[in-house]
């Protein structure tokens, strides 16, 4: 079955600190992979995408993430934290077979002054 | 360019009553997919419309159902409220199938 998993629900950095967000999944095919953030009571908001090509991807906010096809990973990262970054992020794998995306349970992002 | 809005923001139900969202998709997408996201959860998918066509379906009972107009919006309506459907409903829209989806702020459903 199609799943994905971030298995950090919770994490909490300082300001300033480098952030990384871990998203496993597990797909028949390479699925496109994408990150969402999601701020309290909003909507989804798109981070970046990876289809194929260049493994490592750069998104919007100083986000990037990279794609490992040998670890069926796809984790986000970004070298310095802003206190606007805490928020929760959701990685989600999209398949042109089902036309869906299928999220993971998020990771919930807190940032220490 | 206008993005994808939905109505109405907020909307407080009891159990059993019906209950219809509506979703205006980005100008220039043909594809609607709706989700749901309980508190604490990941988005859901619910089921997905092209040109007016159900092109998907997740794992979400019959009293579910949508709609896709002429002009590409959208209605999901739930039917026999429970209390389990208290959650923050999304909207997306995309060019076309296989693209990728922008989502509106979402309708927050409670059912009392």
């Known amino acids: 079955a199609q799943s994905v998993t971030q298995p950090d629900i919770h994490i909490t950095v300082s300001e300033g600190a480098s952030l990384e967000l871990r998203c496993n999944y597990s797909y028949g095919a390479t699925p496109y992979l994408f990150w969402y953030v999601q701020s309290p009571g909003q909507g989804l908001q798109l981070l970046l995408k990876?289809?194929?090509?260049?493994?490592l991807v750069q998104g919007i906010k100083g986000f990037e993430a990279e794609f490992k096809r040998s670890q069926s990973s796809f984790n986000l990262r970004k070298p310095s934290v802003h206190w606007s970054d805490a928020a929760e992020y959701f990685c989600?794998?999209?398949?042109?077979?089902?036309?869906?995306?299928?999220f993971g349970t998020g990771t919930r992002l807190k940032v220490l002054a | 360019e206008t993005g994808v809005t939905q109505s109405p923001t907020h909307l407080i139900k009891t159990r059993g009553q019906q209950v219809t969202l509506r979703c205006s998709s980005q100008?220039?997408?043909?594809?609607v997919s709706w989700y749901q996201q309980a508190l604490g959860q990941g988005p859901q998918f619910i089921f997905q419309?092209?040109?007016?066509?159900?092109?998907g379906r997740g794992n979400f009972p019959p009293r579910f159902s949508g709609l896709q107009f002429p002009n590409y919006s959208s209605e999901l309506n739930v039917n026999a409220l429970e209390l389990d459907d208290s959650a923050l409903y999304l909207c997306a829209s995309s060019l076309a199938l296989g693209y990728e989806q922008y989502f509106g702020p979402g309708t927050r459903l409670t059912v009392t």
């Open positions: 990876y289809f194929s090509g260049d493994t």
């Open positions: 419309y092209y040109r007016e066509e159900e092109n």
């Open positions: 100008s220039g997408h043909n594809t």
């Open positions: 989600a794998p999209y398949t042109s077979g089902t036309y869906k995306y299928i």
